[in-house]
């Protein structure tokens, strides 16, 4: 599975030739094999990076007036995420 999404990537940068991927390619493998080879790997669907700069845009908005239920539909977040994403950035409830 993973050589054939990290080929398809490669494939569409357009950077390489069919040589250099296949190269590419098989040096990934070793080198997954070498670290995780045979072990259960987790991946997660979202890194760290995304899930703070998601965070920062969420804290943004709330600063900037926008609601808690908007937000809770233009992220796919309950409401509990959303408070506690603004707790953890100690966000409080806009001035009126």
């Given at each position: 599975?993973?050589?054939?999404?990290?080929?398809?990537?490669?494939?569409?940068?357009?950077?390489?030739?069919?040589?250099?991927?296949?190269?590419?390619?098989?040096?990934?493998?070793?080198?997954?094999?070498?670290?995780?080879?045979?072990?259960?790997?987790?991946?997660?669907?979202?890194?760290?990076?995304?899930?703070?700069?998601?965070?920062?845009?969420?804290?943004?908005?709330?600063?900037?007036?926008?609601?808690?239920q908007?937000?809770?539909?233009?992220?796919?977040?309950?409401?509990?995420?959303?408070?506690?994403?603004?707790?953890?950035r100690?966000?409080?409830r806009?001035?009126?």
């Open positions: 599975m993973f050589t054939l999404l990290l080929r398809k990537v490669l494939e569409e940068a357009k950077s390489y030739s069919a040589a250099e991927i296949e190269v590419l390619v098989r040096q990934a493998e070793s080198a997954l094999r070498a670290s995780c080879g045979g072990k259960h790997v987790y991946v997660p669907n979202s890194s760290k990076a995304a899930a703070l700069e998601r965070d920062a845009k969420i804290a943004r908005d709330r600063r900037n007036g926008v609601s808690v908007d937000i809770m539909s233009k992220y796919g977040l309950s409401r509990a995420a959303v408070y506690k994403v603004l707790k953890n100690e966000i409080h806009p001035k009126k």
